[in-house]
């Protein structure tokens, strides 16, 4: 079996050791410009055209994260590059999970501890009292109730917020976690919301939903963690809301120019806190694990999870 690895950045070699270790028959290579030869499966990120050229016996294509609008661009036409009739196979957790959980509930518990409040003026070496916020006044709303989205949510139940989910179509489970869904369900989801968290996956329906109305929505000074893509965003509609006070500070993992440009109005906004994509990294061990795992089992006949319904865009 061949398995061809591509990454912008040409760093391979990682990958390529780590599933050889787990499929030792396999050959496998990191793509090189010109590389249109056979192979079976393709494992990439952000790919370019060249690389998804129709190539003779592939059999699927595994995306090394959870999100695949590297791969189908945010409207959705990169689908037209595809190969027909290849699956294109999304990470599912591969320890995502817990990092997304982790990195949430740090900024949630931040803006409900009013520790960013603390932190400012430890600056001006100010010691004053703040009241503490109440929990029935910090409701969380969630858009996306995926594999990240779900753990996310329930790991925030647990420090007694009072959680709301938003999904494409009807979940039920015993979380305790209000679940919305569809575009009737948005409104009951977001309104008087403290704090927004969105983890969609970013496709023509949630490309801007981030912006001045949904803003609106949301409880007078409530806070934005946007984990999800930068493209969800309409910035300018931010530093509106931020200016206006209807929305009192900003955690952002993810923005429409990565590495976010110098000059960018984010950098010196006081209320916009800023990580560059760490949120949930792609964990090297437990993604070759995943690959290798579902790349023996359609050699084995067997159907796998994670693949994406092109017609949805996730
Ligand atoms: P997932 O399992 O596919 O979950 C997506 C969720 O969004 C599902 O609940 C889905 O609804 C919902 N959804 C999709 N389109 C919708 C729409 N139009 N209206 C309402 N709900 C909609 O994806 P995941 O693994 O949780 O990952 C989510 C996203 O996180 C990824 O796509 C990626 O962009 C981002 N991410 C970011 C990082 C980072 O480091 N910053 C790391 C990993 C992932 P259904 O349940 O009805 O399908
Ligand atoms: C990272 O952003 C991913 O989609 O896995």
Redesign the pocket.
């Known amino acids: 079996m061949d398995i061809l690895i591509y990454s912008p950045d040409g760093k391979t070699a990682a990958y390529e050791t780590g599933l050889a270790e787990h499929l030792p028959q396999a050959n496998i290579r990191g793509w090189q410009p010109g590389d249109t030869a056979p192979a079976d499966y393709l494992v990439l990120w952000k790919p370019n055209a060249e690389v998804l050229q129709p190539r003779e016996g592939l059999k699927a294509i595994f995306n090394l ?5 590297g791969v189908l661009g945010p409207h959705g036409d990169g689908v037209q590059r595809l190969p027909a009739g290849v699956p294109l196979v ?1 990470l ?2 591969a320890g ?1 999970a817990d990092q ?1 959980a982790q990195y949430v509930s740090a900024a949630t518990l931040r803006y409900f501890r009013r520790l960013d409040e603390f932190e400012a003026q430890q600056a001006q070496r100010q010691w004053k009292f703040q009241k503490p916020n109440r929990l029935a006044d910090f409701p969380v709303a969630v ?7 779900a753990h996310v949510a329930r790991a925030l139940k647990t420090f007694g917020f009072a959680v709301r989910a ?4 009807e ?1 039920h489970d015993d979380s305790g976690i209000a679940l919305h ?2 575009e009737a369900g948005f409104d009951a989801c977001v309104s008087g919301a403290r704090v927004l968290v969105n ?5 023509p ?2 490309v801007d939903i981030l912006d001045a109305n949904l803003f609106a929505r949301l409880a007078h000074g409530a806070f934005l963690i946007n ?3 930068g493209a969800h965003l309409v910035e300018a509609d931010l530093l509106t809301a931020l200016d206006s006070g209807q929305i009192a500070g900003a955690t952002l ?2 923005f429409r120019t990565e590495p976010l440009p110098p000059d960018h109005p984010f950098w010196r906004a006081p209320r916009v806190s800023i990580t560059p ?5 792609t964990l090297r061990d437990e993604t070759v694990a995943q690959i290798a795992g579902k790349i023996a089992a359609l050699a084995r006949g067997e159907a796998i999870t994670g693949i994406v319904d092109l017609a ?1 865009g ?1």
């Open positions: 994260g959870a999100g695949v609008d999304r599912e957790d995502m997304m858009l996306g109730y995926g594999t990240l989205g938003w999904s494409r179509s979940r869904h569809g983890l969609l996956p970013l496709t329906q949630t984990v999800a893509r993992d993810v994509h760490i949120s949930a990294l949805r996730y």
